[in-house]
Each structure stands twice: as structure tokens, then as C-alpha cells.
């Protein structure tokens, strides 16, 4: 993590994300079970030695025409939204002022009690308790049911799964470099593998009403023009500037005394 500021002075905390060799190896076109058809692009990222994969993917990889890759995976879109194989996406892809969704496993704590798993409160950590004050206290229920309900809170593993932290905005990009520069917090340990999508909830929810209600203003974020299509070749980053900045949400100084 890093830290910028806005052009009102303000201090924003940011992660740095990078694209390693972003390319395009496959367009995926299948029919569900109701007949609807599922479009998605697959994309892989990292290069790796050869040496360290497996035959299948060496192929799949030497269909696409990409070197072989660490790590791969696959986004829905529009039937009219596939990109050609072997494309390789810079970081402009993602426009400065948007919202998205990062995807990645959070970092493993092990066995942890209930009160760092769950929020527990926990009891008096003073008279009275003596060695049980971040216990977990009572886990049954009388003779009737007379077991534990599935599914009840206590101590376990923690950490280590799948996780998504929603909405968080591009404030700035770095097509020399494939740089991300996003917003807060992302799940996962240093330099781990995460996953970029437009964001579900700000993104496509809503901007799915705003077109369907005819407000074609609100379908984007704020000082965002468009969206590049097809997605951001290094082609299209080669004609604009190297670092884009997006301008901050607040409309006047954080420091300006108010009226």
C-alpha cells in the first residue's frame, strides 16, 4: 500500500496493483441447460517457465499463441464483447474515476478464538471470571434439542478463503509500468494473484436501471466519459498519456472552512 493525494489536497490510502503479461488465450461460448448461451473471455497473467507446466496447459497456451502463464482466469461478457486471442491488455483497461471489485484470498490466521473470529464481546476481563473472559460461553440449548445447532459460531480457522472487497474506485492508472492504483484495502498477502472486475454493484446493478429508465447520464461514474472498447489494448495505451489521474469526487477542499 501507498499513499496519494487528490488535486484538493486530500490524503488517500491506495494499493498498487500491476499486470504482468496480461493476454487474451481463449473466447468461451456455451449453451446452458435453459438454452441461454454464457460468454466469457479467459484471460491469463504472469509469465512462467515451461519446465513448471503441465502438458495440457502448454497446449492450451500454444493454441492461444501466448507463452505459458501462472495463473488463469475467466469474465462473463456480451456476446459482442469478445476480444481476439492473444491480446494483451494494459492497465488502462480500467479508466481512473471507476469503481471495482477485487477478488483474492484473504490471508490465513489459523486457529483463532471467538472473540477475533466472530467479534465476540467476550465477559469482564477484571473481577469475577477468572481465566474464561474471551471463552465462548454456552453452546447448547437445553435437553430439547439437546445437541448444537449446525452452523453455531465458535473458534476455528480463520482467514484464507475467497474474498471480494466491493466498489473500491481507480484513482489512478500507469500504462508504462501496468499499474493500478485503487482505493483502500485488497484481500491477500504481498505480491498474491488477485482478480480486477468492474464493479458488480455500482457498476453493472446500476448501471443497468439508469439505461433502462433512459438516464444514459447516470450509466457511468461520475467524470467518467466512456469506457474504451475493445478493452485496453496497449495499442490504445500508446495514444494516450503514461499516467492518468482521475479528478477527486469532492467538489470543493476538504480544508476550506464551511459557510
Known sequence: MAVMWDNNGARLPVTVLQLENCQVTANVKTVRADGSEYHAVQVAASDRPEKTTTKQMLGHFKKAGVPPKRTVKEFPVTPDAHVPVGTTLSAIHFVPGQFVDVISNSIGKGFQGTMKRW???????????????????????????????????????????????????????????????????????????????????KMESVARVAYTKGQFDKVLPKHVDDLPFPAGTRELAAQLPPVIVAPSHRVTSPFTPRE
Not at 480463520?158 to 481507480?170: A, I
Open 119 to 201: 467479534n465476540f464481546k467476550g465477559l469482564r476481563a477484571s473481577h469475577g471470571v477468572s481465566v474464561s473472559h474471551r471463552s465462548a460461553g454456552a453452546i447448547g440449548a437445553h435437553q430439547d434439542p439437546g445437541r448444537v445447532w449446525p452452523g453455531k459460531k465458535m473458534a476455528g480457522r480463520l482467514g484464507g478463503e475467497r474474498t471480494t472487497t466491493q466498489n473500491l474506485t481507480v484513482v489512478r492508472v500507469d500504462t508504462t509500468l501496468d499499474l493500478i492504483f485503487v482505493r483502500g484495502c485488497v484481500p491477500g498477502v504481498d505480491d498474491a494473484f488477485v482478480m480486477i472486475r468492474d464493479a458488480k454493484k
